[in-house]
């Protein structure tokens, strides 16, 4: 749990869901403030798949995955 305190004073709490692998931890979620970081993700899902179709969703998740491993030093 990490909490950050913004410059007007409030305070926003950070819980991080990790789960272990064979490379070590990972975050697979993060709540901020109650929300569910991996819920608004799943909420974007249906848009995407109607807009795009199911190869768009599937397009879309490997383009996201490809950016949190670049920006995690990943290959």
Known sequence: K???VKADGE???FV???RETDTGW???NV???GVSDLSLKRAEY??????AGFAGLLEK???QSA???ESAGGD
Not at 46 to 51: D, F, L, S, T
């Open 2 to 4: 990490t909490e950050l």
């Open 11 to 13: 305070t926003v709490s």
């Open 16 to 18: 991080y869901l990790l």
């Open 26 to 28: 990972k975050i697979v």
């Open 31 to 33: 709540v901020a403030d």
């Open 46 to 51: 249906p848009a995407v798949i109607r807009e």
């Open 61 to 63: 998740l490997a383009e």
């Open 67 to 69: 950016r949190y491993a």
